[in-house]
């Protein structure tokens, strides 16, 4: 549904088609994954500068994308200010002297996103080179796991399937990587392909238990990767305190260190924290996308997730395609976990190890549009606002909550296209076909 | 997807021949009681194991001694499963399979307590019954929102935010006003709003309904944290110190022999649950609303055709929904705990499993929010007595439990037929 050379009218979708004025062809995709591929449509092409101003102000899938930002942005900032009772007290003689409000609030939000720039991008006053490379090193950190985890959900999305057990994939990888971590004793490179590929497993066989039920009983994998995104946890929990996998030194709930000889490398010297899972991501990312475009299994998987009654009538084994879409959704979330404790957000298990990625994964996966480029950028998004987060937590005093309220409402604003354009006036466009309504129900 | 020709997917096990659905059952019970008879009757001790009706070693007790009612139990089950096998009729199914689970809990309680450190040796019932009913009590709330919104057509994900909204706005408007029926309000308030969201985006702006829900949990985890920390924190006693409701007993009732104690001692949301349960379960099933919210569940087109408004039920039944679920929310912030970050942990997600595991039922709701409250008890008590069975497995019984259910495997679930699609009129 995603060919970028069909030149023919948006294919079916929620908004009618009809309002649509600006563009007679495929144009005005403003999303950077397909923009380098998409060539012009049939007939006379107006210039590209009237495009570019029609499409600017049109609800396309890039436009959205960016006013969501700004929406989240101001919902964040009013959460700020009534959570301040310092700059709310100057609410309180607002129609005596108003500038007081003004100032007080656009000097604490102004700050608060300031730091949430400087700690993800660029600050201003970085004199070294690594603190100048800090900023990014921290958000391709973040960036990592997130790839992996929208990535996965993204790949089901697209079979028909909704994995909401990304976070329990990413549990079970997380485990078997860090097993194959500590306990076998292999020669640095192996040991780390060795642990990755363990992540992977753990992953993939998370996945195949909610694929196998699906395809066999047609027990809904909604409920069954939630259950087993829990039933993870708590044997995640269990297994930390055992022999031989807690740590000998410690009493608290944490299992022994991954050996070094199976951490991904750093990129950047010692001192930062963006470690080789960045490069894995790109290249997941490239292997789903040509998966998905390019092979057979991806045409069949697209087929079953449009339509699944039509792809077995023409010869397709759902079955197979659901087992098979699981499994490499797990095996990809399970990639995702893995770089947790393999790479420097953490060097061994404890029992929030892995964090909220796979949740993350979902949200990541709705703001890339679940197409494997679209996803590595949002998961960079997501991982610049929490590499800004923790900067913003300890200079401004801004809750990291904050961070996850933003990711949230972004999120809601994207799935809701029509309340977004309300809002900003927007012009309606084909190309902003937001597919959020996959699954359908239990 | 029933309808193809092509049995690809196997849609649901049709079990034909000798090998039915109850003759699976039977075979898996008879495997258990095998199990209990022999590995429990082994590993207990020559111990009593005594349930006592109190609250502590003294007082009335039943006792039987270990090995022997582990073995004894663990036949009951065996011959349950037994009859099955051998092909029972069907009305017997539910009371055979109940007695056959039940006696194989009980063989398995028998090796426990008798295994139990010396001195330990004995089960207090009345704490075990509270402790069940302490905390299903959330999940009873969760569920019993999750029925309201579902049976409407609207999958409800998001009871783990209403849950945590009502518990936040709670303990924060309880603490301000000191006043804990303004706390109540306010955590239904709460509550409400996540469901409200729930109820535009999912009805008005058709966004699907699962994806939604999940959102509206991280919302609600982020809005309630970072309030939390700039808040509550900094001035817990303004902000999140709210007063609780006491204990009220019930005269006559509270003097039962161990349900008394137990239940009729509780605060006002044990009550409240257990007369949501009643007062639910009769609108659903005996009134005007129920059967319009079950038909448009169902067949929303039919229903609009007869002239229900769709919308406009779907929306009250969601924010009700999330009324009934901040309430629920309250009964951790109101009456036992003071708020903390993410204090509902995952709890909203057993009461989604409660909702499937008991069908869309009131009644089944709370069924199986007692018998996860009773996994969840269980596992503190053995942990209590040093049992060799880590809680973390007990912990995992009840998402266990719901993929068993849901796979057809302890008897199909089914969901209302129109639940998660929205609905468009046209």
């Known amino acids: ?442 | 997807m029933s309808t193809t020709a092509v049995p690809d997917v196997a849609v649901a096990a049709v079990d034909e021949g000798f090998w039915t659905r109850n003759r699976k059952v039977g075979l898996v019970l008879l495997a258990l009681g095998l199990l209990a008879a022999v590995l429990f009757g082994a590993l207990a001790t020559g111990e009593q194991a005594r349930f006592t009706l109190s609250e502590d070693a003294a007082g009335a007790a039943l006792e039987v001694k270990g090995t022997v009612g582990a073995i004894v139990f663990g036949l009951i089950a065996l011959a349950a499963g037994g009859s099955m096998l051998a092909g029972l009729p069907k009305r017997w199914f539910v009371p055979v399979l109940a007695v056959g689970l039940v006696a194989f809990v009980l063989s398995f309680l028998c090796w426990q307590v008798s295994a139990a450190p010396t001195g330990q040796n004995f089960m207090p019932l009345v704490n075990i019954v509270r402790g069940t009913f302490l905390l299903a009590l959330p999940l009873i709330f969760g569920s019993l929102a999750g029925v309201l919104c579902e049976r409407s057509g609207v999958v409800n994900v998001a009871i783990e935010g209403q849950l945590l909204m009502g518990a936040f706005s709670g303990a924060l408007f309880g603490s301000i006003s000191g006043n804990v029926w303004v706390g109540l309000l306010a955590a239904a308030i709460g509550g409400s709003l996540i469901s409200l969201l729930l109820a535009v985006f999912s009805i008005r702006y058709l966004v699907d309904q699962v994806v939604m829900g999940i959102v509206l949990n991280l919302l609600a985890v982020g809005i309630t944290g970072f309030l939390y920390e700039r808040l509550m924190q900094t001035d817990a006693a303004r902000y999140n110190s709210a007063p609780r409701f006491s204990n009220w007993e019930i005269p006559l009732l509270s003097d039962i022999p161990l349900l008394g104690p137990a239940l009729f001692r509780g605060n006002i949301f044990l009550y409240l649950a257990l007369l949501l349960v009643l007062v639910i379960h009769i609108a659903l099933f005996r009134t005007r609303w129920g059967l319009r919210t079950r038909s448009v569940g169902e067949h929303p087109t039919a229903a609009d055709t007869l002239g229900v408004r769709v919308l406009g039920l779907r929306y009250r039944n969601v924010i009700m929904a999330g009324a009934v679920a901040g309430i629920g929310g309250a009964s951790y912030t109101l009456a036992l705990f003071s708020f903390t970050k993410n204090m509902i942990g995952g709890k909203g997600f057993i009461a989604l499993a409660a909702l499937i595991f008991g069908r869309w039922s009131p009644t089944g709701a709370l069924l199986a929010a007692l018998f996860f409250g009773f996994a969840d008890q269980l596992a503190t008590y053995l942990g209590a007595i040093n049992s060799v069975i880590p809680g973390q497995f007990l912990a995992m019984l009840p998402y266990l439990a719901t993929i068993l259910a849901v796979a057809g495997l302890v008897g199909r679930v089914r969901a209302p037929a129109a639940d998660g699609k929205p609905y468009i009129k046209g």
């Open chain 1, 1 to 442: 549904m995603s060919d970028p050379n069909s030149a023919q009218p948006g294919s079916p979708d929620k908004e009618p088609a009809s309002e649509e004025q600006a563009g007679r062809t495929a144009l005005g995709n403003t999303e950077r994954a397909e923009a380098a591929t998409t060539p012009g449509g049939p007939g006379p092409r107006p210039t590209l500068g009237r495009l570019f101003l029609e499409n600017l102000w049109a609800a396309n899938t890039f436009t959205v994308t960016l006013l969501s930002l700004v929406l989240a942005m101001v919902v964040g900032a009013v959460l700020m200010i009534i959570s301040d009772p310092e700059v709310l007290a100057t609410y309180g003689y607002i129609t005596a002297r108003p500038s007081d409000a003004i100032n007080a609030s656009w000097t604490l939000v102004s700050e608060a996103y300031a730091n949430l720039f400087k700690g993800s991008v660029f600050d201003p006053a970085a004199t070294t080179v690594n603190a100048a490379l800090s900023p990014i090193s921290e958000t391709l950190t973040y960036t990592a796991p997130l790839v992996f985890t929208g990535l996965s959900v993204a790949l089901a999305f697209r079979g028909g399937l909704f994995n909401i057990g990304a976070q329990g994939q990413a549990t079970m990888g997380i485990i078997l990587a860090a097993l194959a971590g500590f306990l076998l004793p292999l020669p640095p490179g192996l040991h780390l392909l060795v642990a990755v590929l363990a992540g992977a497993l753990g992953g993939a066989i998370w996945g195949f238990i909610p694929g196998i039920l699906k395809a066999r009983t047609g027990a809904h994998e909604v409920i069954n990767t939630i259950m087993l995104n829990y039933i993870a946890v708590y044997f995640l929990t269990w297994l930390i305190v055992q022999n031989g996998v807690q740590d000998p030194s410690r009493t608290d709930a944490i299992s022994r260190p991954v050996d070094a000889s199976a951490q991904l490398p750093r990129l950047f010297g010692d001192g930062l924290r963006a470690h080789a899972g960045i490069i894995l991501a790109v290249l997941a990312t490239w292997a789903v996308a040509w998966l998905l475009n390019r092979s057979t299994l991806g045409f069949e998987l697209r087929a079953v997730g449009a339509n699944p009654d039509a792809a077995r009538t023409a010869g397709i084994s759902v079955t197979r395609t659901y087992v098979l879409v699981m499994v490499f959704a797990g095996a990809l979330a399970g990639l995702g976990g893995s770089q947790m404790v393999l790479g420097t957000t953490a060097a061994a298990l404890t029992p929030l190890v892995v964090a909220q990625i796979g949740f993350d994964g979902i949200l990541v996966a709705l703001l890339g549009r679940v197409k494997p480029w679209g996803v590595a950028l949002a998961a960079l998004l997501f991982g610049a606002l929490q590499a800004g987060g923790n900067r913003m937590q300890s200079y401004s005093g801004i809750s990291l909550e904050l961070v996850t309220v933003l990711q949230a409402l972004i999120v809601i604003f994207i799935a809701a296209p029509a309340l977004v354009k309300a809002i900003f006036q927007l012009r309606a466009a084909r190309t902003a076909r937001l597919q959020t309504s996959l699954a359908k129900g239990w």
